[in-house]
């Protein structure tokens, strides 16, 4: 028996996916540094929210705006690299844990020097 589900190992599998699909397959030149943090599968694996973190924040909306442009494109890279029935419909979302867990920190290195 595996340790977790299969939407979790199918997860992972888009993940790395996509990321090589940003890397070396997009010439769009309005997507900056792009990092794929996470993807969020429904049960039914028919739905995906893929998390992206872009480093500079001005590009953010339009590294976001050319990934949802480009889904299509994707959609048919990954049906040709992943063996399953369906291919998820794909969303792409800003993912802010990394600015959330920088705030945390200041806060913390702030309480230490107080004390």
Do not use: C, W
């Not at 993940?15 to 943090?37: C, H, N, S």
């Not at 048919?76 to 063996?83: D, G, P």
């Amino acid at each position: 028996m595996l340790p977790y589900k299969r939407s979790q190992r199918v997860s992972d599998l888009i993940r790395e996916e996509v990321a090589d699909i940003i890397m070396y397959k997009l010439k769009d030149p309005r997507i900056g540094f792009v990092t794929v943090t996470g993807v969020e599968l429904s049960p039914d694996l028919k739905q995906a929210k893929i998390f992206v973190s872009v480093l500079k924040e001005e590009e953010r909306e339009p590294t976001l705006d050319a990934l949802n442009a480009s889904k299509a494109f994707m959609r048919t890279i990954l049906a040709k690299h992943l063996r399953m029935k369906f291919i998820p419909h794909i969303d792409f979302r800003l993912d802010s844990s990394i600015e959330y867990g920088f705030k945390i920190d200041k806060l913390l290195k702030e309480i230490q020097e107080k004390e």
